[in-house]
Nanobody
Framework: QVELVESGGGLVQPGGSLTLSCSLFGRTFSNFAMGWFRQAPGKEREFVAHISWGGASTVYADDSKGRFTISRDNAKNTVYLQINTLKFEDTGTYYC??????????WGQGTQVTVSS
């Protein structure tokens, strides 16, 4: 059974930075490609960033390029999402996503990010 646990969300002022973490339990982390999605209030969940199994390849949504950085530490079974220069529109629930080599996909419960002055 795969479990994803996100953390690091909170209340942040515009212009601030935040690093979200997502740890995977239950299976070998390096066998999963990892991603981050977010869902703003009243909107559908949208893709933010993706990182390959070994971390050599990353993909970002157009809106995420420049301010978002995805990384992973396979020794810690954890993927990170660093967000810089936070904007009001970054407010939402951020979800971690894991895809194993067979294509099975797993989701975390989400961590809330609120950007407010």
């Amino acid at each position: 059974q795969v479990e994803l646990v996100e953390s690091g969300g909170g209340l942040v002022q515009p212009g601030g930075s935040l690093t979200l973490s997502c740890s995977l339990f239950g299976r070998t982390f390096s066998n999963f490609a990892m991603g981050w999605f977010r869902q703003a209030p009243g909107k559908e969940r949208e893709f933010v960033a993706h990182i390959s199994w070994g971390g050599a390849s990353t993909v970002y949504a157009d809106d995420s390029k420049g301010r978002f950085t995805i990384s992973r530490d396979n020794a810690k079974n954890t993927v990170y999402l660093q967000i810089n220069t936070l904007k009001f529109e970054d407010t939402g629930t951020y979800y971690c996503n894991a895809a194993d080599r067979s294509g099975e996909i797993y989701w975390g419960q989400g961590t809330q990010v609120t950007v407010s002055s």
